[in-house]
């Protein structure tokens, strides 16, 4: 048995060719864009703007968008070729099995479960933000207390304790759930939301535009110095590690146009919708996300975001400065909670599909590859995902959780970008729809750009990546490895 076998390509084009007895293919161009839109605007926009800018970047957290959106327009083309040329489940986890081998596929996939069950959770808890906003501010009512809708990790200003945050781990329940009903229905759903965010974050820009208050842009970049953040944790500021920083930050912004190509399996035309939907929806977030982060922080300070506008940070800003627009902060906290709950859903198919795919594979247990009978989903892989996904949500803080989802999709883009070079020198005749242009320069520029801001997130988040692929490479030596199926051909797995 090699850990360095890799999964020939025939096999997976041939699995591609059999949706008739997997996955439904239902799913157009514009359903992809809709699907990447809405993983890409959310919790990274409505939260981590002003969490980078109170920790990283002050104003020039809109130069960090500009260096993340570098990155993930150089692995976007990485991804588009690949999802093209491979139009089958499981995105990074799929191309790398194909192009570097079992183990390194393997540490992929793991991380994988980092980028999409993390990142879920993470906008699991900045929904339960958004609802206690609701509550207070549209409702006004009381908000749930802290002690239910914070993690234990938690103390407020006011000494109170978290225990569980209930309402994060509500909505991952029940975005998990319509997931198993079937993908065409949850598109249809994370439609009609896109338009809806899309709309919003229109709206913050083009009425916010006039508040903007040009002190707080100057200087646009802040002096090198140091911030340490009410859990202890010391941040550079100001700076081009400041900046380097907010980009590492704020990138979890943009995760999402790569959970696109987790459903190429589950589209029409793969060949030519999965780069539409892939490099289309990063075009429009990026161009919308530049925008809306030069107005947030002109409108509000960056010690703002570092007190009062913590949670739910742009209603708070709204509220605070712009006058007479008390009615958008709360149809911003409205359609925030709906935006939420489309992101949640592409991060739990992204994740159920790796699931999927490495259950198939015989690297995960067999159940994760089993389809319901009816709705033709990964059901018991959704149901797996809800706990686990669900515990973070209840009882980790969101920035661990947010900054580890960064760092966890950075490292996924780097072997994408490794994956079109190794796949062009080995398998220079498979038919390719869409190229990346100038390789291997492009995957290179790439990796850069991903290694500069994982330098960025700083050495408390590089430890926390090594502890995970060190715990994924025990249960792959101790479970997977056996249990191959591309190791292991005659054996019946029956786990």
């Known amino acids: 048995m090699s850990i360095w076998k890799k999964k020939p390509l025939h096999l997976l084009l041939a699995e591609a060719t059999e949706s008739e007895k997997g996955l439904k ?3 157009t161009a514009w359903s992809l864009v809709a699907l990447g839109i809405g993983a890409i605007i959310g919790a990274g926009l409505f939260v981590r703007t002003a969490t980078a800018a109170a920790q990283n970047a002050g104003p020039s957290v809109t130069i960090g968008f500009i260096v993340a959106a570098i990155g993930c327009a150089l692995a976007g083309l990485c991804y588009a070729e690949l999802s093209s040329s491979i139009p089958i489940s499981g995105s990074a986890y ?3 099995y194909a192009t570097m081998g079992e183990l390194l596929a393997w540490i992929i996939g793991w991380d994988l479960i980092l980028e999409y069950a993390v990142g879920a959770a993470t906008v699991g808890i900045a929904w339960s933000e958004y609802l206690n906003n609701l509550l207070v501010n549209v409702v006004h009512t009381s908000p749930i207390p802290y ?5 234990p990790f938690q103390t407020s200003a006011l000494g109170e304790h978290g225990m569980i945050n209930l309402p994060a781990f509500f909505i991952v329940a029940i975005i998990s759930l319509l997931l198993i009903k079937g993908t065409q229905e949850s598109a249809f759903v994370n439609g009609l939301i896109v338009i809806t965010k899309v709309a919003i974050v229109i709206l913050i820009i083009g009425f916010g535009w006039h508040f903007i208050n040009p ?6 970049i802040p002096a090198d110095s140091t911030y340490t953040d009410d859990q202890g944790i010391g941040h550079h500021f100001g700076g081009i590690m400041g900046i380097l920083g907010a980009a590492g930050t704020v990138f979890f912004a ?5 959970a696109v190509s987790t459903a190429a399996q589950e589209t029409k035309n793969p060949k030519r919708d999965m780069p539409i939907g892939i490099l289309g929806s990063l075009a429009v977030c990026t161009v919308l996300y530049i925008l809306f982060a030069h107005v947030l922080t002109g409108v509000a300070t960056v010690e703002d975001f570092r007190t009062g506008g913590k949670e739910a940070s742009v209603a708070f800003a709204i509220n605070k400065y712009m ?16 935006g939420f709950s489309s992101v949640i859903l592409v991060m739990l198919l992204g994740q159920s599909r790796v699931f999927y795919a490495m259950g198939k594979d015989g690297l995960l247990p067999k159940a994760f590859g089993d389809l319901h009978p009816k709705y033709k989903t990964p059901y018991k892989a959704n149901l797996v995902i809800l706990v686990i996904v669900g515990a973070f949500a209840a009882f980790i803080p969101g920035d661990i959780v947010g900054d580890m989802t960064s760092i966890g999709t950075l490292f ?25 242009p100038f390789v291997p320069f492009v995957p290179i520029l790439g990796i850069i750009v991903c290694l500069a801001m994982i330098f960025g997130l700083g050495w408390t988040n590089w430890l926390r990546l090594i502890g995970w692929l060190a715990l994924g490479l025990i249960v792959y030596f101790g479970y997977s490895k056996k249990n191959s199926k591309l190791n292991n051909p005659d054996k019946d797995i029956q786990k």
């Open 25 to 27: 293919r239902t799913l």
């Open 94 to 96: 799929t191309y790398t």
């Open 147 to 151: 002690s239910l809708s914070h993690s």
């Open 215 to 220: 002190a707080n842009h100057t200087p646009y």
């Open 254 to 258: 943009f995760i999402g146009f790569d």
């Open 323 to 338: 006058i007479g627009y008390q009615w958008l902060a709360q149809f911003v906290t409205v359609a925030i909670l709906a």
């Open 412 to 436: 996924a883009f780097i072997l994408v970008c490794i994956s079109v070079i190794v796949l062009r020198k080995t398998e220079p005749d498979l038919k390719r729809e869409f190229k990346t």
